[in-house]
């Protein structure tokens, strides 16, 4: 049997504290990322705003019979332009869940959204420049 060694103790404390601290830190971190993917901009929320205001009317709409037409009556009334240029003549089928395309509808529709709100900008800005200058 060997005899007491503090030394060996203090060294096997120091890296067993060295271990669980460095777990800590890498789940805190990995907390921290997976939050800032979560949050959603404020173009994501008006999508989904245009897309729940959209529903209601495509409901009440006779030409958009089952689930997949009413889908695609959604994606026309939230952004026609992005609907054309997305789905344009081949639109969803029934059955059919088209990934790539949805994310592409809607990085355009938010693409739209701040190109609006960016000529609301300027427009903004230019009549606080023509008050200024009167």
Wanted: glycine share 6%.
């Amino acid at each position: 049997m060997r005899a007491y060694n503090p030394r060996r103790t203090l060294i096997g404390f120091a890296v067993a504290l060295l271990l669980v601290l460095g777990d800590v830190q890498s789940v805190s971190a990995k907390k921290g990322a997976k939050k800032n993917r979560n949050k959603a901009t404020s173009q994501d929320r008006e999508y989904w705003a245009k897309r729940t205001e959209c529903e209601p009317i495509v409901q009440r709409d006779a030409t958009c019979g089952t689930a997949i037409q009413k889908e695609n009556c959604i994606l026309k009334c939230v952004s026609d332009a992005c609907y054309a240029d997305v789905y344009g003549d081949d639109p969803l089928e029934d059955g059919e869940v088209d990934n790539v395309r949805g994310k592409s509808f809607r990085s355009c529709v938010k693409k739209e959204i701040k190109e609006r709100d960016a000529k609301v900008a300027q427009v903004e800005a230019e009549m606080k420049t023509q008050k200024a200058v009167s």
